[in-house]
Structures are given as C-alpha cells and as structure tokens.
C-alpha cells in the first residue's frame, strides 16, 4: 500500500483495519439507514423548552429577534431569527448552519448580523470564507424567515476557560492574541476532551450537535409564521446540514457547501483538517459520509463543491459526486462544482438562495 500523509510507516493500519471492521460499505439511502446512523452516533432527543424573546430590532430592510431556549443542559441557547421587514404572511423558513472554522468564540455571528456590529475576529473570518458579507441576512432579504443558532461549544453555549484542563488553557496563553482568539485556540484542543467526555456517555459531539439542530429546526417549524423549513450551511455548517436533512424527514429542502467527500479518499493527509463531528465512531462500518448525505433520498439536496478546496480531495468530491447521482432520481439532486476554495463565495451563495427559493416557496 502506497504510504499515506501523516501515517507514514503505519499505513498498513488503513488497510487492515478498513478490511476487518468492513468500513464505508456502499449503503443503501432510507429510512433503515437514517435510523441505524442516528442511533450510531448516538443522537441526542432534545427539545428547544422555555423559548424567549429576549431583544427585537430593525435594521435596514430587515426585522431581527433574539430569541433563547433550553436544551435541558449548558448555557441557554441563543438564536437571530431575520425576515424581510415588511413581510406579511407566513414565509418559507430556512435553518442557516454556522461553520466550525476553528471558530467558536462566536457562533451564529459568523453568518448573521445582530444589533451590534461584528467583532473584527468575525469580520475577518467573512471575507475569508463568505464573501465578506452574513449570509443569513441576505438571504432573509429574499422573503426567508431564517434562523441562526448557537450549538454546543458555540458563542452563547461556550464552555468557561475555568472549566477546562490546565494543560488546555495553558496552550492559549499568548498575551498577543485577542481573548476571542485565545478562547478559539483553547476551544480547538478542548473538542478532544469533549469528544472523549461524548464517546464515554454513549453519544459524539456529532450525536449532541445533531440533537440540537433538530430541537432548533422543530421550534423553526411549530412557528405560525414560517411555512417549509429548509437548512444550509458551510464546512462544519453543510455537516450540521447533512446530518440533519438524514434525520428530520420534514426538512423539506438540504443544501451543503463544501463538505462532501468520501470517506476513503481523506485518509491520505485529510483527516486531521476536520472536526470531531465528521467522524463520530461508528459511523464508517455503517457507511461513507456521501451515503449518508443522500440517505434522504428523494427529497431535495444541493451540494456545492469548490474545485480548489483545500480540505477535501477533488478525488474524494468526484467519487462523492457520483455517489449521490447514483442514488438519486433525475432533479432530485444537484451538485454543482465551482472554482473557489474551501468557502461558501457570494456566487455560490447566489446559487443556494435560488435554489432554496424554487423547492420551499409554494
């Protein structure tokens, strides 16, 4: 076996270790799948109780609300809820997923403007991987009542510093950088030993993020003003997307921007550039990511592919590509290839809103 990046003389491991355990089968989309998968990863059965306004606001075209809820543990979670300001009626409604980015001072901030301004640490992340603008703000714009949520980890759901190992926080000592900035680098290395604390208890970081995606897209859609509820995200965003478009049977519409390959072509120097929620155990005796992404099936699924993507091998998107076509019926899916990198640009974005138009707007 040629050697892979980052396993060196261990290669050998990803060959035998794939062939006894019978890793990334070529599963079979539906409902025994998106069952056997939730209950793999240990998906946890939350509700979004005790649900808040705590602040309303107007800004431009657009009415925000700051709504909260508990999922049972933690800090309250804290959501934007944005819609045109003049709207009348019920609007199709729209999960917007905030990435992981190795970002977690802020959560649902890096895709939607609230009463303040953005931090400099979030106005920069946006021109790196959004175009430069929220794009849950543009897409309210497009006659949407979108949702933005904190989750686990995340902005209002953070973990305090002084609950973390010493040897955690003793990495982010760098007087140079921000307290966001610090807290960021604590947070990276402290998804290890939350994801250890998960696997212990029966469930993953994925399994917990997963449960309160669905709590958020529930509450999104029991409210009297919103109509079809789609989801759409980013990176660790389109994850949270495809996990739950696997598992809520009434989200009506999925699409993921850059974060779709198979599983087998990451080995090769791509799996540590990834979260935890990517690789709950378990998952890849059951089947490979692409599988599971199209588990769906037939509902409608946008994947969004950029050509120069760093994190993920052309390899790896093509197979996966060709994964979900195969699966598919004829419109029923559509992945398009762009050439950007690992982002989610304003053409890309264009095409998202788009598309989420014509399958949630009657």
Do not use: N
């Not at 980052?6 to 799948?33: C, M």
């Not at 010493?166 to 290890?192: F, I, N, Q």
């Not at 990176?235 to 009434?250: C, M, W």
Request: hydrophobic fraction near 45%; charge should be negative.
């Amino acid at each position: 076996m040629a050697e892979l990046r980052h396993l060196g003389a261990y290669s050998g491991l990803a060959e035998v270790a794939a062939h006894q355990s019978g890793a990334f089968p070529d599963a079979a989309p539906g409902p025994e799948l998106r069952q056997a998968a939730r209950a793999a990863i240990g998906t946890l059965d939350l509700t979004a109780e005790d649900v808040r306004t705590e602040r309303t606001w107007t800004a431009g075209d657009l009415a925000g609300e700051e709504l909260s809820w508990s999922v049972g543990y933690g800090p309250r979670t804290h959501a934007y809820l944005l819609r045109p300001r003049e709207a009348a009626g019920p609007l199709p409604g729209v999960l917007a997923l905030h990435c992981h980015a190795g970002m977690k001072w802020a959560g649902k901030e890096k895709i939607a403007d609230g009463p303040e301004p953005p931090t400099p640490e979030v106005a920069r992340l946006r021109e790196q991987i959004y175009g430069g603008r929220a794009y849950a703000c543009e897409l309210a714009r497009r006659g949407f009542a979108v949702l933005a949520h904190d989750v686990v980890g995340w902005g209002s759901r953070r973990f305090a510093l002084e609950d973390m190992p010493e040897r955690v926080t003793a990495l982010a000592a760098d007087p140079a950088l921000s307290p966001a900035d610090r807290y960021d680098v604590a947070a990276g290395h402290h998804e290890h030993v939350l994801e250890k604390y998960c696997t212990l208890l029966g469930t993953s970081l994925a399994g917990v993020v997963a449960g309160e995606d669905l709590a958020a897209a529930a509450y999104l859609r029991g409210r009297p003003d919103v109509g079809p509820v789609g989801c759409v995200g980013l990176s660790g965003g389109g994850l949270r997307a495809g996990l739950l478009g696997a598992f809520d049977p009434d989200v009506s519409a999925v699409a993921i921007a850059a974060m779709i390959s198979s599983y087998r072509d990451l080995l090769d120097g791509y799996v540590a550039s990834h979260t935890w929620m990517l690789y709950p155990p378990g998952l890849s005796r059951l089947c490979d990511w692409p599988a599971l992404v199209a588990a769906r099936v037939p509902r409608p699924l946008l994947a969004l592919y950029g050509e120069r993507d760093e994190l993920f091998p052309p390899e790896g998107m093509r197979r996966a590509h060709e994964a979900i076509s195969r699966r598919y019926p004829a419109g029923g899916y559509e992945g398009v290839f762009f050439d950007a990198p690992h982002a989610f640009d304003q053409a890309m974005q264009e095409h998202a809103f788009a598309w989420l138009a014509d399958r949630l707007r009657p």
